[in-house]
């Protein structure tokens, strides 16, 4: 329902601009010049774009106004009215130059929009699968040596996980219980248990039903990392929350 | 003085023990190993060849280079190299003469003998142990054995003599010749079970899962293997029938969570392993059929890898990380009169000795950061606590499974990337490594 709205309401907006703009194209031309007017008056041009900075993918709304000319244009969009609005969406850094052309000669104004790459953490997009969305936000979380407790850089990332968990609630978890390299595999296995078993309990304890979460201990069975270094181990001792198809 | 301080080196210890006590002969893991230091001076002759067959040569060559490894194996002979053998090869006790054999270079005090033959996809071997001294009486053992003439059955056959053999002069205690080791090895792609002659000989998969398979143990029968899978609820223990090859069921050994390490008692009946199901991995104890777990351990931390001592089948020897890192710890079978065994560091992997004296396992002993020393294996004495350091400066060392003569010991011997089974004698000499391709681990011995 939310990726649906969200997709929905800029279309909607995206319509009713067109539709507005449509509007203007019928409205009645400007009334023709005094008759008595003995010379013709320079044109003016004026345009915005609102906002002027945005980030790729994002919407520009430009507004442009212009007298005394009768024939308008904006490069890159081509013949507009001498009256508009248009919404774009640059995905580089646009200048945008409407020149407006009339018996009293030339006038041009440009506006600027300037487009930003777009940011770390991604605006979600129809290509994110439901999959990708939970990796980014259900992080897996990490154990000192030997230690199953819950550390305390890791209650963050679990509350966080929770609440993830708490809005899509016919989202089903397993957890994956990883131990380094170090010691025998059967000691590792029981370790690796304790460690998804102390994740499922944090879990549990910030309201996720026990019934959506499996647990499997991985032991040194299933390593993310193979080198026998310390940052490789750290990355080993975990408990990593996959969804449950 | 014929006990050794704990606290000491075990550099040390020797030297104190030979300074204070310089007749003894005996230390004390070589007597509760059964490993006498009296060894006694064995000869093998080449078996005569008695046909022209075809085949002859060939599984004559099998069986001369196994009986002659296998006595050497057996940790309790002088074997005399053969290079110092008489050029006469006597295929008969008519035909042996026996001074050649007491004589110097050779000086054995026993000499094993004998034919073979091949004939009609047959193999026949007609093998003889004498006392080179006894030259009144001097048949120790004579036997004889016909059996389908292949590789595999020429080495059998000289499995079975060295036994004889071995059960002879070796104080009533079977040879291992004839045994197995279970063990998982990666090989096709998936953690499976494999088995092998204990010399690491007729090596081959046993299941064919591709899952996760760990921690093979065979019943004291040889009729079933029990170990640890994974699948979609996490570990079970299984059980494979090797009667039937194929899986069988164990009911209670799926529970979801992490149920693993399974140990038989020495009579079959019962099987103790670890479980997650109460929330924390405990020791449970089912019947061999999969019926009636109940626990036994109720500390929080992992409990895991069980074994019984084979004496008593009441008593379990186990790694407990209630203190933080993991330790040995025996108690009964109730979980009652809990001791701890290890003293710091992480110790791991308990095997019970045969005859119930000793415990074999691994042990990081100067544990930590930066530490020195390495994961070797050990044997302790139970009563006493007083240890023995097997393995020294060689890779990272786990998963010692005792040889039912209670003589040699099988393990898992991890340098760099690779994991390889070794086996070795129980005082830590005669180190052979068993695999060569692959990783391998988790060495289990058969109990015959």
């Known amino acids: 329902m939310n990726r649906r709205s969200r997709i929905l309401v800029p279309a909607v907006v995206l319509i009713a601009l067109v539709a507005v703009a449509g509007c203007k194209k019928k409205q009645p031309p400007p009334p023709p010049p005094a008759a008595t007017a003995p010379a013709a008056t320079a044109p003016t041009a004026e345009i915005t774009a609102t906002p002027s900075s945005i980030s790729a993918g994002d919407q520009v709304v430009l507004s442009w106004k212009t007298t005394d000319a009768a024939d308008v244009s904006i490069e890159g969009l081509g013949a507009v009215p001498t009256t508009g609005v248009k919404t774009v969406t640059p995905s580089v850094s646009t200048t945008y130059h409407l020149v407006a052309r009339g018996e009293g000669g030339t006038a041009d104004a440009t506006a600027r929009v300037v487009v930003s790459a777009p940011p770390a953490v991604a605006v979600p997009t129809n290509t994110m699968s439901a999959e990708e969305e939970f990796k980014a936000n259900v992080q897996d979380i990490f154990f000192d040596y030997d230690a199953y407790d819950i550390r305390s850089d890791a209650e963050g990332t679990l509350s966080h996980d929770a609440s993830y968990l708490a809005s899509h609630p016919n989202i089903k978890v397993v957890i994956g219980g990883y131990c380094d390299e170090r010691g025998s595999s059967e000691y590792n296995l029981a370790l690796g248990q304790n460690r998804a078993d102390a994740a499922k309990n944090a879990l549990v304890n910030a309201g996720v039903a026990a019934s959506r979460i499996r647990v499997i201990s991985y032991g040194k069975e299933k390593p993310f990392c193979t080198e026998s270094t310390e940052s490789c181990w750290q990355q080993n001792r975990r408990a990593g929350f996959s969804m449950d198809q | ?448």
């Open chain 2, 1 to 448: 003085m014929k006990f050794h301080s704990r606290l000491l080196p075990p550099t040390l210890l020797v030297l104190a023990s030979l300074l204070s006590v310089p007749s003894m002969a005996q230390d004390w893991v070589r007597t509760g190993s059964n490993l006498g230091n009296e060894r006694i001076r064995i000869a093998v002759a080449d078996f005569k060849p008695a046909s022209v067959d075809p085949q002859t040569p060939a599984l004559k060559a099998v069986f001369d280079a196994t009986l002659y490894s296998d006595l050497g194996n057996a940790g309790i002979f002088d074997l005399v190299s053969k290079s110092f053998a008489p050029q006469a090869t006597p295929g008969s006790p008519q035909e042996i003469n026996l001074a050649q054999w007491s004589a110097d270079p050779v000086n054995a005090a026993m000499v094993a003998f004998g034919s073979l033959s091949t004939a009609n996809g047959r193999l026949a071997v007609y093998g003889w142990l004498f006392d080179t001294r006894n030259t009144a009486n001097p048949q120790v053992l004579g036997k004889q054995y016909n059996e389908a003439a292949t590789q595999d059955m020429a080495r059998t056959v000289a499995h079975r003599f060295a036994d004889e053999i071995i059960y002879r002069l070796g104080g009533g205690i079977n040879g291992i010749a004839e045994t197995k080791i279970y063990f998982i090895s990666s090989r096709t792609g998936s953690k499976e079970i494999w088995a092998m002659d204990y010399d690491g000989e007729n090596q081959h998969p046993v299941t064919h899962l591709g899952s996760i398979s760990l921690s093979p143990r065979v019943s004291p029968d040889n009729s079933r293997i029990a170990f640890a899978s994974l699948g979609r609820e996490g570990w079970s223990i299984r059980m494979y029938s090797l009667e039937l090859g194929r899986m069988v069921g164990f009911p209670g050994g799926s529970a979801g969570g992490a149920n693993q390490s399974p140990a038989w008692t020495a009579d079959g009946n019962r099987i103790a392993f670890s479980s997650s199901r109460s929330g924390d991995p405990e020791i449970w104890i089912a019947d061999a059929n999969g019926s009636n777990p109940h626990r036994i351990t109720f500390f929080k931390g992992p409990d895991v890898s069980p074994t019984w001592n084979p004496k008593t089948n009441a008593q379990l020897a186990w790694v407990s990380g209630r203190t933080g890192l993991p330790q040995i710890y025996i108690m009964d079978q109730d979980g009652s009169n809990v001791h701890r065994m290890t003293d710091g560091g992480y110790a791991v992997s308990p095997s019970w000795s045969p005859n119930g004296q000793f415990l074999t396992f691994s042990w990081n002993r100067k544990y930590g950061p930066g530490a020195p020393g390495g994961q070797d294996i050990y044997v302790m004495d139970i009563a006493t606590m007083r240890w023995l350091q097997l393995t020294h400066d060689a890779g990272s060392n786990d998963f010692p499974s005792w040889a039912p003569d209670g003589r040699h010991i099988v393990f898992e011997r991890q340098i760099g990337k690779g994991t390889e089974i070794w086996s070795m004698l129980a005082d830590g000499t005669e180190q052979h490594q068993l695999t060569h391709s692959g990783n391998n681990t988790m060495p289990n011995w058969s109990w015959k």
